[in-house]
């Protein structure tokens, strides 16, 4: 007791005396309340970080370095945010992604750091394997050729992280995802980042986690990246927070778009049969970025997968049998000029029954009048 007392007049004796000195001699000093807590990786402070210390931390941190994937670099507060994000997220529904893996690093520290195998999510890991592009290689040069069975190693003992080779954004449309609960980007490449996080939005469940790793660090095209990031932000009418470690950081607080909508992509996306239209699949993509109090109703929704499902079963060349028949189709009476114009062209019969002579429905190729002008 005796002691606390004493040891509060030395410090505030302490205060009166030195506190008019400036802050950088104290630091210099190295004095009590200005002790150096953390300085590393660009970011210096004297607040309390005692998560350094703790055990868990403590090991998840030695296999993030013992991958080698941030070449030697401590880093230690960045992963701190990492592992933060990734045990809030774990309750959150949905799957982990990470955009920018490099030699797993980051991806193996989550894993152990929230006992991964036991949460029954998938945890993807989106990465070239193979460095930047030819076009992008002047940003960052890895130098470890091809990485991808060295980082599949690194998961042998858990069977739900799964490596998705290929450049972002491309390889995104080859895999189905379903909602996200933890996303973390970490490329630094410009586009890529910023497509990342525009394909992933409508996927993440309300209270999912944006961990961007390049938001505010100071590499080479960080403004590039972080005016990228802005205008999404924007858009979304959502606030990335900076963190002092050059990450940034979003919480999404709207629900995902609606999972009959997901279910109906990942319906096309893994039918053999069907692909996309490139300009569709940009169509596809401004529509899941849009504000949800703008998104369509189930009625639109169920009418799209009817047409798809008639255009795949029924072909092309039947549309107007098909799906323009969904849309404002009506009957036309036998005194309609349409129909008495077809009567006077074609046998009776096969206007009625609306098939060829064949009995076969009328395709554009096989109606007599094909080709036929006015
Ligand atoms: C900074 S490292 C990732 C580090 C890792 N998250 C960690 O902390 O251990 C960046 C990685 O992003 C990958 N990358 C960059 N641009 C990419 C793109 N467009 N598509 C796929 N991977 C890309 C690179 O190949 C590299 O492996």
Same mark, same amino acid.
């Given at each position: ?23 950088? @001699?104290?630091?210099?000093? =190295? ?7 953390? =300085? ?7 607040? =309390?970080? $005692?998560?350094?210390?703790?055990? &868990? ?8 370095? +013992?991958?080698? /994937? ?18 809030? %997220? ?15 690093? /980051? ?9 991964? =195998?036991?949460?029954?999510? +998938?945890?993807?890991? !989106? ?25 599949? %190693? ?13 450049? !972002?954004? +491309? ?14 980007? $970490? ?14 939005? /409508? ?48 919480? #999404? ?12 992509? #990942? ?15 940009? *169509? ?17 929704? @169920?009418?799209? &997968? ?28 036998? &005194?309609?000029?349409? *129909? ?12 009625? /029954? ?6 076969? #429905?009328?395709?554009?190729? %096989? ?5 036929? &002008?006015?």
């Amino acid at each position: 007791m005796m002691k606390d007392w004493i040891k509060g007049v030395m410090k505030r004796l302490f205060v009166l005396v030195f506190s008019p000195l400036p802050k950088d @001699v104290l630091r210099a000093m =190295n004095l009590p309340d200005y002790k150096t807590s953390y =300085n590393e990786d660009g970011l210096y402070t004297n607040h =309390n970080c $005692d998560f350094l210390k703790d055990a &868990r931390f403590q090991e998840a941190y030695a296999r993030f370095m +013992d991958t080698g /994937s941030s070449q030697g670099w401590d880093m230690r507060w960045r992963l701190h945010t990492l592992l933060w994000a990734a045990s809030v %997220s774990q309750h959150v529904e949905g799957d982990f992604v990470e955009c920018g893996t490099y030699l797993g690093g /980051s991806a193996r520290a989550i894993v152990d750091y929230v006992d991964f =195998n036991r949460l029954g999510k +998938d945890f993807f890991l !989106v990465d070239s394997f193979q460095g930047l592009s030819e076009e992008h290689r002047h940003l960052h040069d890895y130098k470890e050729g091809d990485y991808f069975d060295r980082v599949r %190693s690194l998961f042998v003992d858990h069977p739900r992280v799964k490596l998705v080779k290929g450049f !972002v954004p +491309d390889v995104l449309n080859t895999r189905t995802f379903g909602p996200v609960s933890l996303l973390h980007i $970490d490329m630094g490449v410009a586009e890529a980042e910023v497509a990342a996080l525009r394909f992933f939005w /409508s996927r993440l469940s309300k209270g999912a986690i944006v961990v961007l790793s390049y938001y505010a660090y100071p590499v080479r095209n960080w403004k590039e990246i972080k005016a990228g990031y802005d205008a999404f932000a924007r858009d979304q009418g959502v606030e990335i927070c900076y963190f002092p470690t050059g990450q940034g950081l979003i919480v #999404k607080v709207s629900e995902p778009a609606t999972g009959r909508l997901l279910e109906w992509e #990942k319906g096309m996306t893994s039918n053999p049969v069907i692909s996309l239209d490139p300009e569709l699949n940009v *169509m596809l993509e401004a529509y899941r970025v849009s504000d949800p109090t703008f998104a369509s109703s189930r009625y639109w929704e @169920v009418l799209s &997968r009817k047409n798809v499902e008639q255009l795949d079963t029924e072909g092309f060349e039947n549309f107007k049998q098909t799906v323009a028949m969904n849309y404002f189709t009506f009957l036309v009476k036998v &005194r309609d000029p349409y *129909m008495q114009f077809l009567i006077r062209s074609l046998p009776a019969i096969e206007v009625v /029954s609306g098939r060829d002579k064949w009995g076969q #429905k009328w395709s554009s190729e %096989s109606i007599p009048l094909w080709g036929w &002008r006015c």
